[in-house]
């Protein structure tokens, strides 16, 4: 996402073997957001900070003008995002929550990256939860929860498949996933990053392999933006930021089409969240006047 424009101008080399640089950078947007007083803040993550490279934070902490420039020009690249992705991690987070409350059985996050719900929202404790991501990001993962919790929690699982190249649906059920149980799927900050097929093939699996009243979430942008097509500024410079440093955006959403994309899926029960909804639910008072990016909506759907 956008984000990745940070990570660059802070120095990060453009390559896709390493640990993943937009998961870095979307950790260091929650760091943003948890800095804020408490009454401010949309999202609040402890960990984050410990999933951010020395090679940033020195940055950020030794070049505060810097810093605060470069963010500046990031904002004025692709307006909002980060605001958006703040809404979505709270978004996500809230949907958890409820989901707990009706009987989550078990969690998978696909492209978890160094996503920490299964660490900070406490019901998840008693839930399976599986974290699947790449090898490189998934092993920094591992690293770092073992640094901060000094071993690595029973109740989750670490997957490391490159989805679409490896078979997700081999490794979760060899991994212990269990397809009768009611579950619920994240895909954030993911969708995106697949290409078609493999978006295709990952939706079947959650489709015809998940119990009764299983759902997913996901967020994803518009087709124009990954074909180049956008109108908006924003979505050019926001596929070029994904781009440069090898992660770009590979799957969107042709405009007005949700709904029925997920009912030729399987899905049902659609719920459809855009800017304006999230900024509606989220950002008020103190926070009215964040704006926030139109190109990312969210969209939650149940398994037929
Ligand atoms: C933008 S980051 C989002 C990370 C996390 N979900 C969050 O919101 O903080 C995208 C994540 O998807 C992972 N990812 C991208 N393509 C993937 C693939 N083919 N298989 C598994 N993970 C993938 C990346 O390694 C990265 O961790």
């Not at 498949?161 to 490896?166: L, S, T």
Request: proline content about 4%.
């Amino acid at each position: 996402m956008q984000e990745s424009n940070n990570v660059k101008t802070i120095g990060m080399s453009k390559t896709s073997k390493g640990p993943s640089k937009t998961a870095e950078t979307i950790a260091m947007v929650r760091v943003g957001e948890s800095r804020r007083p408490e009454d401010e803040r949309v999202c609040y993550d402890p960990y984050a900070i410990c999933f951010i490279s020395r090679e940033v934070l020195e940055f950020s902490t030794n070049n505060p003008e810097k810093y605060r420039a470069f963010l500046a020009q990031s904002e004025r690249l692709v307006p909002g995002v980060r605001n958006s992705i703040i809404a979505r991690v709270r978004y996500i987070d809230d949907l958890v929550n409820s989901s707990l409350g009706e009987g989550l059985e078990q969690l998978v996050i696909l492209g978890a990256g160094y996503d920490t719900r299964a660490y900070r929202i406490e019901g998840l404790k008693n839930v399976r939860i599986f974290e699947v991501d790449q090898p490189a990001t998934q092993k920094r993962k591992v690293e770092k929860i073992k640094e901060i919790f000094g071993s690595l929690p029973r109740y989750v699982t670490y997957v490391s498949v490159d989805i679409g190249v490896e078979k997700l649906d081999q490794r979760l059920l060899e991994s212990g996933y269990d397809r009768s149980l009611k579950t619920l799927f994240i895909m954030e900050g993911l969708f995106m990053y697949l290409p078609p097929g493999t978006v295709d093939e990952t939706l079947s699996f959650i489709a015809h392999n998940s119990g009764r009243s299983s759902a997913v979430v996901f967020d994803y942008i518009p087709q124009s933006v990954v074909d180049g097509t956008c109108e908006l500024e924003a979505g050019r410079n926001w596929q070029k930021g994904v781009t440069d440093v090898g992660e770009p955006f590979l799957s969107g959403i042709k405009e007005g089409e949700i709904e029925t994309f997920l009912t030729q899926r399987g899905f049902s029960k659609i719920r459809n969240v855009t800017s304006k909804d999230y900024k509606k639910a989220y950002f008020f008072g103190k926070n009215e006047g964040r704006e926030m990016n139109s190109l990312l909506s969210f969209a939650y759907a149940v398994v037929e």
